[in-house]
C-alpha cells in the first residue's frame, strides 16, 4: 500500500513538473497546460504520466 502512494505521489509530480515546463515554454495557464497535457495524452493514447515524462525528456534533452 505505501508503495502505491509513494508511486501515485511520485506521478502526481510527474505531472505537476510537466505543466509547469508548458506553463513557460508555452506561456500557459495551468488549467490550460493540464488541458495541453491531457488532449496530447489522449490523442497518443497514453497516461498523462507517461505523457508528461515525454514532455520532461524533451525539456531535459532540449535545455541542457
Known sequence: YAQRV???F???RQIQRAKSI???S???TEPDA???LRSRA???RQ???ATAE???KAHESLHF
Open 6 to 8: 509513494a508511486e501515485k
Open 10 to 12: 511520485a506521478d502526481q
Open 22 to 24: 508548458l506553463m513557460s
Open 26 to 28: 508555452r506561456k500557459l
Open 34 to 36: 493540464y488541458e495541453l
Open 42 to 44: 489522449m490523442e497518443q
Open 47 to 49: 497516461s498523462l504520466e
Open 54 to 56: 515525454i514532455i520532461i
